[in-house]
C-alpha cells in the first residue's frame, strides 16, 4: 500500500512539472523594446561647431539626419541601412571623456536601420520622426531589456 501511494505521488508531482505550452508550438519571443526620447534641453555645441559637422558630413540639406553613436559602444561593428544600401560601417568606441562613439549622416526621407553585430539588436529609426529631427542620438544599453537609447533633438551636443 505505501509503495502504491509512492508510486502514485511521484507521478503527481512529474505531471505537475511540465514546461507550459506556447501558441502553435512555437518558442517565446522575447521583444525588444527602444527607449525613445525628446530632448532639445542639455548643453549645445557652439554655432560653429554645428556648422562645421553639417559641413564635414555633407547634411545641410532638410532631406539629412545626422546619427550619432553616444555612450556604452566598445568597438562592436555597427551597420546603418535603409532602402538605397549602407550609410555607415564602423566599429564605433564610445569616448569616454565626452561619450562620443562616431556619427553618420542618412537620408531621413527612408526608414533607417541600425544594427549591432556582436549582439545581434538592431534599431530602426522611422522617417516619419527622422524628418522632424536634424540630429538623433544612439545609447547602448547593454544588459537591459531595451538595448538601445534614441534621443531625437534638433541641438547638437558638444562632440569634442
Not at 4 to 10: K, N, Q
Not at 33 to 44: E, S
Not at 50 to 77: D, P
Amino acid at each position: 500500500m505505501k509503495k502504491l501511494l509512492f508510486i502514485i505521488g511521484i507521478a503527481m508531482l512529474m505531471v505537475m512539472c511540465k514546461s507550459p505550452k506556447t501558441a502553435a508550438g512555437s518558442a517565446p519571443v522575447a521583444e525588444e523594446k527602444t527607449k525613445v526620447q525628446y530632448k532639445d534641453d542639455f548643453r549645445a555645441a557652439s554655432a560653429r561647431e554645428k556648422a562645421k559637422v553639417l559641413k564635414e558630413l555633407k547634411a545641410s540639406a532638410a532631406k539629412y539626419s545626422i546619427v550619432v553613436f553616444t555612450q556604452n559602444f566598445k568597438g562592436e561593428k555597427i551597420i546603418a541601412v535603409n532602402a538605397n544600401g549602407q550609410l555607415y560601417s564602423g566599429y564605433a568606441i564610445s569616448n569616454l571623456k565626452t561619450g562620443i562613439a562616431d556619427k553618420a549622416r542618412i537620408d531621413n526621407t527612408l526608414d533607417t536601420t541600425v544594427y549591432d553585430k556582436s549582439d545581434n539588436h538592431e534599431v530602426v529609426i522611422e522617417a516619419k520622426e527622422a524628418q522632424k529631427h536634424k540630429f538623433i542620438y544612439i545609447m547602448k544599453n547593454p544588459g537591459s531589456k531595451t538595448p538601445f537609447t534614441v534621443t531625437y533633438s534638433n541641438t547638437l551636443r558638444p562632440l569634442e
